[in-house]
Structures are given as structure tokens and as C-alpha cells.
T-cell receptor, first 113, second 111 residues
């Protein structure tokens, strides 16, 4: 019912693996977001896309690479991650960037071994 | 965005109203009060937001004091599925992308 779906829901990967997280929103929104939520840190905004253009990139290491092929889909490509990258990765969308309510997906629980 | 203060935890009996307070004494005129909740290990769920007037939707009611320095989220008939961490956030339009959650209130609904 959230209108924002994320796959996979759980992911375990080694430090040398390459994997991708997928987010899809069915709400007709124009903006999409990636967040990281760690156990002992507040919610961290990673990337924002508005109409498929990246509009915010908050000092995220290059081992995280976002992709937004259209306004309904958002990917987060992962490579050579570190154990400290283990977290809940959340996707959200809003009608417009920076002015509207954000709706979140269920998240992907990532564990890096 | 203005800082918000919430109690760390609250308990509520199932079927009773849960009243969750939030202080935002430094809120500015164009900051909205937003409420989200997060059930353990799930994505945050939007509940409600308001500027000056009280608001109600199918999930909850939001009561904002006249001076806007505090608000209360009301879940009219709490159920076990309402057990979650509830976050109150003051947010400018125009910086709504900079959503951050504080520690929130952990609401435990009990039988």
C-alpha cells in the first residue's frame, strides 16, 4: 500500500561483490531519494533525483553509484563496499523535489561481510 | 529547521487513544509539523502534517497549539500494530528534501 517498492528486501554481500538495489514508485511522483539508516546514526540523505536528474549528492563515497533511468525507477549500484556500509537503505519519493511529503519504501537490509 | 523534543517512550493500552506530544518552541511561520512512524526494521511511514490548523486523516489527528510551539498526534484507537517509533519533524517547504529524524517516541501498545 505504500506505493514504493524496493528489492531485494535483504542482501548479504562480500566486500568484492557488485550488487544493485532497486526502487520503484507507483505514485506518479517526480522526485526520488536514497537514504541510509544505520543502527546508531540518524537518517542520512544520500542522493536526490528530480525528473531523472541528480539534484543532490551528499558526499557519498563513489562505491555507491545511483541511477535513475526514468521517474519511476531508481537504482543504487554497490561495489567494493565496507562492513560499515551495512545498514537499512531506504528509497522515498515525493511529488516534487524539496516541497512535498516523502513516501518511503520498506527498505533493503544490507549486510556487508 | 526547528528542533523538536519528544518523550523517549510511552505506553498505551489497546483500544485507548494514544496522545503523543511534541515541543517545537522555535518553529518559524513557514515550517510545517510532520509526523512519521517507523515500525522495527521497516521503512518510515508518513502519518500526517499541518501548518496552523488541526488536521485529521484516516490514520490520526494532529492538534497544533495556537502559538505553534507544540503539537499532539492522536491515534484515536490504538492497536498492537501501532507499536512503533513516532517522529515529529519541523520542516520548511523548500528544504523538505532534508528530512531528518531525531530519536522520536517509542510507543508501546499493550493488551
Amino acid at each position: 500500500e505504500t506505493g514504493v517498492t524496493q528489492t531485494p528486501r535483504h542482501l548479504v554481500m562480500g566486500m568484492t561483490n557488485k550488487k544493485s538495489l532497486k526502487c520503484e514508485q507507483h505514485l506518479g511522483h517526480n522526485a526520488m531519494y536514497w537514504y541510509k539508516q544505520s543502527a546508531k546514526k540518524p537518517l542520512e540523505l544520500m542522493f536526490v533525483y528530480s525528473l531523472e536528474e541528480r539534484v543532490e549528492n551528499n558526499s557519498v563515497p563513489s562505491r555507491f553509484s545511483p541511477e535513475c533511468p526514468n521517474s519511476s525507477h531508481l537504482f543504487l549500484h554497490l561495489h567494493t563496499l565496507q562492513p560499515e556500509d551495512s545498514a537499512l537503505y531506504l528509497c522515498a519519493s515525493s511529488q516534487e523535489w524539496a516541497t512535498d511529503t516523502q513516501y518511503f519504501g520498506p527498505g533493503t537490509r544490507l549486510t556487508v561481510l | 529547521d526547528a528542533k523538536t523534543t519528544q518523550p523517549t517512550s510511552m505506553d498505551c493500552a489497546e483500544g485507548r487513544a494514544a496522545n503523543l506530544p511534541c515541543n517545537h518552541s522555535t518553529i518559524s511561520g513557514n515550517e510545517y509539523v510532520y509526523w512519521y512512524r517507523q515500525i522495527h526494521s521497516q521503512g518510515p511511514q508518513y502519518i500526517i502534517h499541518g501548518l496552523k490548523n488541526n488536521e485529521t486523516n484516516e490514520m490520526a489527528s494532529l492538534i497544533i497549539t495556537e502559538d505553534r510551539k507544540s503539537s499532539t498526534l492522536i491515534l484515536p484507537h490504538a492497536t498492537l500494530r501501532d507499536t512503533a517509533v513516532y517522529y515529529c519533524i519541523a520542516l520548511h517547504t523548500g528544504t523538505a528534501s532534508k528530512l531528518t529524524f531525531g530519536t522520536g517516541t517509542r510507543l508501546q501498545v499493550t493488551l
